[in-house]
């Protein structure tokens, strides 16, 4: 890995909502190097979507910003990738030719139709599904089907792969292999990814970085969690790994305690809100009285 070439600049993002405005992210800072594994995790509605989706330009924060290789994203590109969990293929068209749609939009112009038809059949090479690349969506299983989206935002060429909980729809069989197939992509092709997961094991597994969210609203960063485990890595030895367990270990600390100051929070919250009643309830006796 080289010099950082993606900053998520102190961005926040506010939405309007029936009560006013919603501080959904609040001063979310991180430098990340090129051909980085980076994975953010935290509870629901922490925010990891929304950050995404800012770096991949479907959203624009209220402050702040994102910067890529020295230049502010503003709108969505080639060069960020998105894999969301919904595998997004168009029903009525083959494997190859949803990769296909991809592969004309970004080189167009760039390629002669014989290397776009090396280009595609490559890239589905590369996910181990060149044998079933003229089957459509639905002749394939989902994991094929993951395979095929992954394949689709590869062949766009990214300096950046984002991924929104890619595996999270998988059995754990499938998911596995899809994981070992992510490491050896990224080893090869040496894309910097950012990958949203619930998964502590994956986190572990893949990240060479595992960002903690803190709970929302006005979500930011808890704590980052270097995962200095050499590479590559094989799940079954690192099942008895101290290392490994003690960095996955650190991850469910951090999602326990925030767990529980939420618990905490709400709990106190609700407290309150009763001796207020209650208060309010003994006014009106005695105005009664």
Known sequence: MSAEHLIIDHISIEFDSPKGKFKALDNVNLKIRRGEFVSLIGHSGCGKSTVLNIVAGLLQSTEGGVVLEGKEVNEPGPERAVVFQNHS????????????????QVFKGRKS?????????????????????????????????????????????????????????LDALTRSHLQDSLMEIQRDLKNTVIMITHDVDEAVLLSDRIVMMTNG?????????????????????????????????????????????????????????????????????????
């Open 89 to 104: 293929l168009l029903p009525w068209l083959t494997a190859y030719e949803n990769v296909e749609l991809a592969v004309k």
């Open 113 to 169: 139709r014989k290397e776009m038809r090396e280009w595609i059949e490559h890239n589905l090479r590369l996910v181990h599904m060149e044998h079933a690349m003229y089957k459509k969506p639905s002749e394939i299983s989902g994991g094929m089907k993951q395979r095929v989206g992954i394949a689709r935002a590869l062949a766009m060429e990214p300096t950046v792969l984002l991924m929104d909980e890619p595996f999270g729809a």
């Open 217 to 289: 609203p006005a979500a930011t960063i808890g704590e980052v969690l270097d995962v200095d485990l050499p590479r590559p890595r094989y799940r079954l030895e690192l099942a008895d790994d101290v290392h490994y367990n003690h960095l996955r270990a650190e991850v469910l600390r951090f999602l326990h305690e925030r767990h529980s100051k939420t618990d905490v929070q709400s709990n106190s919250e609700v407290k309150q809100a009763a001796k207020t009643e209650e208060k309010k309830g003994a006014g009106a006796d005695r105005k009664a009285a």
